[in-house]
């Protein structure tokens, strides 16, 4: 494989087409970025109404969290690609990707959040509402701080995971890396070729973010909490 | 409901408290009172409901009936219990401490947040009440730093930090080692000379009988006997107190101090 690499022929092509992968690759990342950004702060809330909401809002985010975990992303990308329009929703390709993947990213951080939600003990509620904290001002200000922290290392994961699984956004056609790879290929032919170097630019791109999200996790590193070591 | 304004109004007035769990009559009509100033030290075997008769007082468990009279708000029916609460410092037997704050924070965090201080404020409180218990140089340290002793020193801190009118403490030394049981001992009865409100659920005798006014003994959810302490070390009027007491002595040694 490493010699298919090193040929001038590959190399050319990555020359020639340097700048439709790029632009696949900043897609790619960006929706990564956004994704993660929009999927967290859903997940923390879906969390919190899954825990703490009332019966029926607890039952609306198990419900939510359930439905997303138990169904392939493949397939919900689908029905929002071709499903919604028929009701007049016309989503673009992007707009799908940066959809689809939001709401399925949402649902996996929730259960990261409420597994971490959960770690917190109730000595630390009694002695919160002890002091008079109100339930919300317990769980914003006591139980959240601490899930958050806990949930970094699985955050972490998700974040690669999700630079990964972008990918899939090729099959509905948004630009990302993958479908720029296969536009190129289906014009040279290459496709071998096009797609070894598609799955580099990834290697490269999720090993430099490993090694920047483990930079994150030891910067919120609180003496006790359980990921040090 | 009464509400006796005589001169000797009690702080805190328990009348019949009753609460079940499912079938598990946990307290059968509890009633005492602590006078301010007053030290009362609850004793009693494991699982007696002793702890529940705590949780009721600031309503950490809801009573299913009785009264509770703290100064003259009954506490059972208000509907401001979050006020309530700051007014009565809480400290339990597993710390409770914020573990994603350091211990300065932790104190801080009641001031700022349910008094609404200024920041400045809140750490200058903070820092005097570190120091009242004894903790000045690990104010910055997080709670997994620190021994248990420091931790129950911090946790006590906190809750004196809200200047309550009266203190709970369950159990607070029992999850210590023995070494480090001293130190917040000390702290407790430096802070009932200074002529707090005391309420303890303790298997301390030394601490029961240098420091309280009258030990309640409970037992399946009923008050067996009350009596002030050399009373009940001396002579006890029921055997079934004689029995316990001996059994604690044999367990944590006399009530010397």
Redesign the interface.
Known sequence: MVEFLLESLTLQIFIDNFGRLMSGLRFTVQLTLVVMFLGTILGVLLALGRSYGGRFISFLCTAYIEIIRGTPMLAQLFILYFALPPYGINLSAAAVAYLGFTLNCAAYQAEYTRGSLESV?T??F?????????RW?TIF??VL??AV?WSIPAWTNEFIYILKYTSLAYIIGAPDLMTQGKFIASRNYQFFRVYLIAAVIYLIIVTLSTWLVDRLENRFR????GYED | MTDNRDEHKPLLEIKDLRKSFGDNLVLDGISFSLNPGEKKVIIGPSGTGKSTVLNCINRLIMPDGGEIWLDDTEVVGCDNINEIRQQIGYVFQGFGLFHHLTAIKNVMIGLTKVKGMSREEAEAKATAELERVGLTDVSDSYPAQLSGGQKQRVAIARALAMEPMLMLFDEPTSALDPELIGEVLTVMKALAREGMTMLVVTHEMGFARSVSDEIIFMEKGHIVEKAHPEKMFSGPELQRTKDFLFKLDELYGKGGD
């Open positions: 003990e000595d630390q009694k002695s919160a509402y002890s002091l008079g904290m109100s001002q200000h006591i701080p601490q922290r609180i003496p006790g909490f």
